[in-house]
């Protein structure tokens, strides 16, 4: 086996370490004030919501300035994934 030369501690050092933020368990139904569920978004968290209702009523207070700021949903089996900007969705093995 050849020798790369790769220095892991310095590749670890490379790392961007911007990432923060947690995954928010919660459930949509319209109990939740919609800025709360903005400004966690903003925060970086990611949220996995259960959705008990209309989705398109229970997400309008949010769903639109989370799109306008650069983030995304996605309607998974019951769940909306809330993601902020910088963290994507993977709906490719669907």
């Not at 900007?85 to 993977?90: E, L, R, S, T």
Request: proline residues 2%; aromatic residues 6%.
């Amino acid at each position: 086996m050849s020798d790369f030369g790769l220095d892991l501690a310095r590749a670890e050092e490379e790392l961007d370490d911007e990432v923060s933020g947690d995954v928010v368990l919660g459930v949509l139904d319209g109990e939740t004030d919609p800025e709360e569920w903005i400004d966690a978004v903003r925060s970086g968290d990611v949220l996995v919501l259960a959705v008990e209702g209309d989705l398109n009523t229970l997400a309008a207070g949010f769903a639109r300035e989370v799109r306008e700021s650069g983030g995304s949903l996605t309607h998974f089996r019951g769940f909306l994934v809330v993601a902020p900007v910088g963290v994507d969705i993977d709906s490719d093995r669907l």
